[in-house]
């Protein structure tokens, strides 16, 4: 799990045992600085004593993102009551002095582990926290968890709207859940001073290519066609679409490339035109964008 943590407390200073003449300074006051979780909790709460484990090893692995704020209520009544707590585990994450999320019971640790990555992410005032979420966000997301990676890149983008690896990664979002109309539309929505930036170019990019994969046709039959016919250059063409549209972008490009060696003035040019599209679709570094561009250029300077 990537450290959302810009901060480096110490661990004693993650984790306190709170009470009611304490909350003010250890949840209301110290929430204006860094994300704060309340655990409601009691001795003889069963669900307590698997969660709260799970909890402090989720803020400590933070390493200063969040701290967290242990209340047994037998104890201390008094803000149990205001925020309603009526049964436990309850847990509270404060922000700017104000409760922002929460949630009752015990949850799994794959839920507590993104419980607290988002807050660390709403928190995350210094630049390496907020790199580091973004990270975090990207990797949920190749993982499938697109709701998660969609909450991850909000919470930055609440704090720092012209991020513009995080708008990105919210455009890819939605692109993965196949809402391109969303997907433009949040892109179009960019502000102006990352409009134009690499990061928006991709996914613009990305947008562009699954527009044209939707009018491609299966895989199975335009290889087919293509098969029966390699002179067949719409039908190798849209066999790339389909393929990058299928994530099989090296298979893609390698049809381009086909055509492009065949007739590289093909229909204007397309084949050379879609060939950069999904170049910039890509990292800069990918290997698929780094020998295709070695082979194009090789072809055009034979």
């Not at 960019?190 to 991709?202: F, G, K, R, T, V």
């Not at 381009?256 to 084949?271: K, T």
Request: one cysteine or more.
């Amino acid at each position: 799990m990537l450290e959302l943590g810009a901060n480096t407390a110490p661990q004693g200073d993650l984790i306190k045992e709170g009470s009611d003449a304490t909350f003010i300074e250890d949840v209301v006051e110290a929430s204006k600085t860094v994300p704060v979780i309340v655990d409601f909790w009691a001795p003889w709460c069963g669900p307590c004593k698997t969660l709260g484990p799970a909890l402090e090893k989720a803020v400590n692995a933070a390493k200063g993102a969040v701290k967290m704020v242990k209340i047994d209520v037998d104890q201390h009544q008094g803000y149990a009551g205001q925020l309603r707590v009526q049964s436990i585990p309850t847990v509270y994450a404060f922000w700017q002095g104000q409760p922002v999320d929460g949630f009752q019971g015990a949850v799994p640790g794959s839920q507590i582990d993104e419980f607290v990555k988002k807050l660390a992410a709403m928190g995350g005032g210094a630049d390496e926290g907020l790199e580091a979420a973004v990270e975090e966000a990207y990797s949920v997301l190749e993982e499938g968890d697109i709701e998660s990676a969609t909450e991850i890149f909000q919470a930055v983008l609440g704090e720092e709207p012209e991020n513009a690896k995080a708008y990105a990664g919210l455009v890819s979002c939605y692109i993965a859940a196949e809402k391109l109309d969303e997907a433009e539309a949040v892109l179009n929505g960019a502000p102006e001073s990352i409009s134009q930036s690499a990061e928006l170019d991709a996914v613009r990019a990305q947008i562009a290519l699954a527009r044209q994969a939707e009018n491609a046709g299966p895989v199975a039959e335009l290889t087919a066609a293509v098969e029966a016919n390699p002179a067949d250059h719409q039908a190798r063409f849209d066999l790339a679409n389909a393929l990058a549209a299928h994530g099989q972008t090296q298979e893609a490009v390698d049809q381009l490339l086909e055509i492009f060696r065949r007739d590289r003035e093909w229909n204007e040019g397309a084949a050379k035109t879609q060939l950069f599209q999904i170049f910039d679709a890509l990292k800069p570094n990918d290997p698929v964008v780094l020998s295709g561009r070695r082979k194009l250029s090789s072809m055009i300077f034979a």
